[in-house]
């Protein structure tokens, strides 16, 4: 009983105590802050990948399908999980709008398949529009509507909300040039009906959406497709799935899953947040070093406190609990503190960045330039687990020495040099 005593009073006396409870709170602090806050940038930029890309998504090789792609749609709907599928062309194109011209990316697709497999129809919603505008013909030619990327048609700053004649407006003439075949070009005007908002730079200032059939026309390939977009109920069975499809179509065929199409971005996060971790948790190693000092220093001061403990009766194994237990102490208390500020931070952290967000050092972590309402966090109870477990092991790591050298010395020595 008395050796929780001897330790708590040894380290009440020592200011060091509380400054590596200090760099303890600090360390699992900020390694809880940031790991969360990766972590809910990996999973808001996975839900808007996804909101673009459908779960799987099935190409040939850069060429059409055959003109029977419909009897291969119900095929593939028929399998166990599918949901729904959409077919599709996606192509390069160059288009001219006022008097800018630029490259983009054509998607040709059938409204309402498309607003089953993936969030076209969210991301129109969020600028006034619906997937269903781009089936309306404009005009006594009957010109096709168009669904344009908000920055495509960007020409201010500010929100098409509060600031619409910031964009071009709708009715507005969009000529698309398209290459039909080899040395060959098509050309066909298209009236902007509505544009689309997916907060991912890549799509809002670079696609454009078009009626499958105008699409078709466009690449000289009637009622031809290049690409099927796949929805499942559930993504679990994306992998079974993928491969079931792959055994039907052939390898002429390309499945992927939507994280195929992007692995080498994910690899990308899940690495910078591992070495992230990994620069972070030197912190809780330079605050382990602190407790290896603070107990290093106490034996020194408390030498013959420790004779007088073992002429009496003390045993090693007694002695290096003493100390192993300010150690474990330290690293216990620095955690549930770290832990306690971090939340309290990071449910404050929009608040705080609402009132600091303007200034300079900060300036990046404002909404506008992350593309998010608000800076995205995400608790992970598993990573915090590992946290405090490693920050108490390490504090455990850097107490060992000392306290092995504590329980070992001789009474005698220590009596005789007071």
Not at 59 to 68: L, S, T, V
Not at 184 to 204: A, C, H
Not at 240 to 268: A, P
């Amino acid at each position: 009983m008395y050796v929780p005593v001897i330790s708590l009073r040894y380290l009440r006396r020592k200011k060091w105590g509380l400054q590596s409870i200090i760099g303890i709170t600090i360390g699992v602090a900020t390694l809880i802050v940031v790991v969360s806050i990766m972590r809910g940038f990996d999973s808001e930029l996975k839900s808007r990948i996804r909101g673009t890309l459908s779960h799987i998504t099935i190409h040939k090789g850069g060429a059409f399908f055959p003109n029977n792609y419909v009897e291969l749609i119900k095929e593939i709907e028929s399998l166990p999980h599918v949901e729904a599928c959409a077919p599709y062309i996606e192509t390069p194109a160059f288009v001219k709008i006022r008097k800018n011209k630029r490259f983009v990316v054509l998607k040709g697709i059938k409204p309402h398949n498309e607003s089953l497999v993936g969030n076209l129809q969210e991301y129109t919603s969020n600028c006034g529009s619906t997937i269903n505008d781009l089936s309306k013909l404009h005009g006594a030619k009957n010109n096709y509507s168009v669904l344009c990327g908000i920055e495509l048609l960007r020409i201010g700053s500010g929100e098409p909300e509060t600031f619409p004649n910031n964009f071009i407006n709708k009715g507005e003439k969009l000529v698309v040039f398209c290459i039909k075949d080899w040395g060959k070009m098509s050309v066909l005007p298209f009236i902007i009906n509505g544009m689309f908002k997916t907060n991912m730079q890549e799509y809002d200032d670079n696609y454009i959406y078009v009626p499958l059939e105008a699409a078709q026309k466009l690449v000289g390939k009637a009622h031809a497709i290049n690409g099927i977009s796949v929805k499942l109920d559930n993504y679990d069975y994306a992998n079974k799935l993928k491969k079931i499809i792959q055994n039907i179509l052939g390898y002429e065929y390309f499945v992927n899953t939507w994280e195929d199409t992007r692995r080498s971005l994910l690899r990308t996060l899940v690495l910078e947040r591992k070495i992230m971790g990994i620069i972070l948790f030197l912190i809780i190693i330079m605050a382990g070093f602190s407790i290896n000092s603070l107990l290093s220093r106490i034996i020194r001061e408390k030498s013959r406190d420790i004779g007088i403990l073992k002429s009496l009766g003390a045993s090693n194994l007694s002695l290096f609990f003493i100390f192993l237990s300010i150690g474990i102490f330290i690293g216990s208390v620095g955690s549930i503190l770290g832990l306690a500020v971090s939340i309290l931070f990071l449910h404050y952290i929009n608040l705080i960045l609402s009132y600091f967000g303007k200034l300079p050092i900060l300036e990046f972590l404002s909404p506008e330039n992350l593309y998010f309402e608000s800076l995205p966090v995400s608790f992970n109870l598993e990573s915090i687990i590992i946290i405090i477990i490693s920050t108490i092991l390490c504090s455990i790591v850097f107490s060992l020495l000392p306290a092995v050298a504590a329980s070992r010395m001789n009474p005698v020595d220590l009596l005789r040099h007071e």
